[in-house]
T-cell receptor, first 111, second 117 residues
């Protein structure tokens, strides 16, 4: 399973764009990159997933370079409610395959 | 979208007693579910993989006789913490993904806070 490395913490202000980069140098050919958000005492919530290039949904964008050894989660115009821990996970999206969590990035958004 | 539900959301029990946590896939069938544990200020740690109709697979260091897993149907997996002790106090989270799709992400329940007194 590919190991991921993220910054331990990041600080931002409301209204700013936040980019969190994750390094996954030994990603395998069939691995997907998935980002989750977790609030205290809640289960992780799926944010976005991608395999290559760029993926965008209503809450975030995910940028993946051609070599796929890293990825960047982009949160546009963050608000106080985006304060949470963000996890980057890499692995197969098969029914019988678990995902291993790294330490995650604690994002703190201030007013 | 796919939803995974856990029950109870929190439980307090006395040392030496057993506690059962349920994990249900609400709108899909899950032949496999995963159980994680999370201690305060730490990341999620995979405990075991629950397989419908067969024995669970436990990660190294997780006592299978202490954390009993039963996956009796395609929508329900249970985790029983037997003879609980204060050090078992933690946040337990289950997860599953929809089968049959090559890009199906892992969906997580809302977790169960276990406090052993």
């Amino acid at each position: 399973l590919a190991k991921t490395t993220q910054p331990i913490s990041m600080d931002s202000y409301e209204g700013q764009e936040v980019n969190i980069t994750c390094s996954h140098n030994n990603i395998a050919t069939n691995d997907y990159i998935t980002w989750y958000q977790q609030f205290p005492s809640q289960g992780p919530r799926f944010i976005i997933q991608g395999y290559k290039t760029k993926v965008t949904n209503e809450v975030a964008s995910l940028f993946i370079p051609a070599d796929r050894k890293s990825s960047t989660l982009s949160l546009p115009r963050v608000s106080l409610s985006d304060t949470a821990v963000y996890y980057c996970l890499v692995g197969l999206n098969q029914a019988g395959t678990a995902l291993i969590f790294g330490k995650g990035t604690t994002l703190s958004v201030s007013s | 979208g796919a939803v995974v539900s856990q029950h109870p959301s929190w439980v307090i029990c006395k040392s030496g007693t057993s506690v059962k946590i349920e994990c249900r896939s609400l709108d899909f069938q899950a032949t496999t579910m995963f159980w994680y544990r999370q201690f305060p200020k730490q990341s999620l740690m995979l405990m075991a993989t629950s397989n419908e109709g067969s024995k669970a697979t436990y990660e190294q260091g997780v006592e299978k006789d202490k954390f009993l897993i039963n996956h009796a149907s395609l929508t329900l997996s249970t985790l029983t913490v037997t003879s609980a002790h204060p050090e078992d106090s933690s946040f337990y989270i289950c997860s599953a993904r929809e089968p049959g799709r090559g890009d199906s992400p892992l969906h997580f329940g809302n977790g169960t806070r276990l406090t052993v007194t």
